[in-house]
C-alpha cells in the first residue's frame, strides 16, 4: 500500500506561475526524493534532500523539508508548458527501497 | 536518454501464462530494483538485487522472480499471469542509494 501522499492530486496553472506539490510521509526517512513522469513512462530523478537538510535547489526547483511534519514541498518556478507531468515524491526509510505515493499531474497551460 | 534500457516496450499475455521482462545499463549499476505502476498509481517496491543477491523484497507473492546477471543486467520473471498484473514496470539501477535512481521508460503488461 501507498505509504506517502502527494497533495493536490491535480493541478492546473498557466504558463509562468509558480507550481507547489506537497508530500507526506509517516516514517522515519533517510532521505525524500522527486520524481517526474511523462505520459506514462519512466521516472526522471529530480532532486534528493537528505533528512538532515531543510532546503535544496536545482534550477527552477526548490524543495523543502520537515521531519518534525513529516513533510516535504516540492516548487517550481516559472513553469514551462514542458512541465506538464505527473511528480511524485519517494523517501527511503531503513531499506533502500522506494516508497511513492500516488502523485500531483500538474498541467501547466500556454 | 535514460542509460537504463527495459525491453520489450509492451507486452500482451493471457492469464495463466509466463513473462520475463528485462533491463539492462551502460554503466555500472550495482543495484537494480523493480516496480509495478498500476494506472493511475504511484509505482510499488517489488524486489531489489544488490551484487547477484536480493537484499529487498515488497509485498508480492513468489510467482514474482528475478535474477541480476555478472554485468548488472536484470530479468523480472512473472508466471501464472493473472488480469491484475495488467501494470507498467519500471526497473531502477543505482550505485549508490544516497544519489537517486535511474529509471527505465518501462513495459507496458497487458493480461488479457
Request: aromatic content about 10%; proline content about 3%.
Amino acid at each position: 500500500s501507498q505509504q506517502g501522499e502527494e497533495d493536490p492530486q491535480a493541478l492546473s496553472i498557466q504558463e509562468g506561475e509558480n507550481a507547489t506539490m506537497n508530500c507526506s510521509y509517516k516514517t522515519s526517512i533517510n532521505n525524500l526524493q522527486w520524481y517526474r513522469q511523462n505520459s506514462g513512462r519512466g521516472l526522471v530523478h529530480l532532486i534528493l534532500i537528505r533528512s538532515n537538510e531543510r532546503e535544496k535547489h536545482s534550477g527552477r526547483l526548490r524543495v523543502t523539508l520537515d521531519t518534525s511534519k513529516k513533510s516535504s514541498s516540492l516548487l517550481i518556478t516559472a513553469s514551462r508548458a514542458a512541465d506538464t507531468a505527473s511528480y511524485f515524491c519517494a523517501y527511503q526509510g531503513g531499506s533502500e527501497k522506494l516508497v511513492f505515493g500516488k502523485g500531483t499531474k500538474l498541467t501547466v497551460n500556454p | 536518454e535514460t542509460g537504463v534500457t527495459q525491453s520489450p516496450t509492451h507486452l500482451i499475455k493471457t492469464r495463466g501464462q509466463q513473462v520475463t521482462l528485462r533491463c539492462s545499463s551502460q554503466s555500472g549499476h550495482n543495484t537494480v530494483s523493480w516496480y509495478q505502476q498500476a494506472l493511475g498509481q504511484g509505482p510499488q517496491f517489488i524486489f531489489q538485487y544488490y551484487r547477484e543477491e536480493e537484499n529487498g523484497r515488497g509485498n508480492f507473492p513468489p510467482r514474482f522472480s528475478g535474477l541480476q546477471f555478472p554485468n548488472y543486467s536484470s530479468e523480472l520473471n512473472v508466471n501464472a499471469l493473472e488480469l491484475d498484473d495488467s501494470a507498467l514496470y519500471l526497473c531502477a539501477m543505482n550505485r549508490d542509494y544516497a544519489y537517486g535512481y535511474t529509471f527505465g521508460s518501462g513495459t507496458r503488461l497487458t493480461v488479457v
